[in-house]
């Protein structure tokens, strides 16, 4: 995706200020947070996620299938569908903290074959089972900018538009993406048009307030919980892994066909890749080669309390207690 160029201050009010409070202050609450457990649990939330145990983590997946891979059959556990897999390794997006650990190759790789497999996309095992896809994947940071490079010390609106849209793609997929690029336009016009004076000395057409009310990404995140969500979530730096699925005859033949794209995010505040990538594979396990019209929002726990690693979610059944025996009648 390629935004045009934007003002810098137009990206920074329309997003950033409208997130994390830069700008002109709207006057209004800030929402409230009504607990859903008890109040011991909640005081507990409260605290920074780095000093959680057992921190709740904000994911979003959304998979997105093209033409080619709407026409395929659909696949299940009754009718799997084989695959290779392979990944060029972690990428790191943004300004990050240049020291991350994330997790190896063969851990990542094995936690998507766990997640892929619950909607019957299992492992080729040639010349029986030969694979009719390629799963290329990555996985690793996607930070906001905080700095420019050498060249170009400060940094330019297209430089910020950019980051924020690439994020936006991974956390909402490439319609909310194209979504906010639009929203981007709109802000930088009225930006333009609020700082428009009748005469030469005299107050703005539309005041400050008035234009942070009217900006079009605060009315979007105005319309809705999910809407301010996913805006807040492409505003902050997330964690990601992408898995993309490509018919593996058109690889050999040098012409990579998409199938479809799964892509998930989780929030980086407070927490680790290694705290949070397996909870946030296999939590998308579900949406795998499903097409969805809209990104899904998840919140899951990080771990389990004994457990090391998070799991497909299963029913454990209670062992029947075995009933006392009946009391003899006496004589």
Known sequence: MKPKLFSIASVCTALLGATMGFGADSGAAPPTKVPKKASSEWVFELLPKSMQKNPRLDLTVITEMTEAGKKLPPVSAQAPAYFEIFSPGPKHLGHSQGNEVTLKPEEIDRLLKRA???????PASPPALPPSLLIVYTWGSHSLLTEGDDENPVLSGNQVARNLLDRAALVGGEKFAKNLLDLFTQADAMSLASSARTTPGSEPVITPALAEFMNPVSMFKRASAKNE?????AASNVYYVVASAYDRHSVTE???LLLWRTRMTVAAEGVSQVQTLPTLVLSAAPYFGREMTE???L???ALREGTVEVGTPTVVEPTPTPASPKAEPRN
């Open 116 to 122: 892929l497999a619950t909607n019957g996309y299992l």
């Open 229 to 233: 969500f996913l805006v807040d979530q």
């Open 254 to 256: 040098k012409k990579r």
């Open 295 to 297: 990104p899904e929002i």
């Open 299 to 301: 919140s899951k726990r």
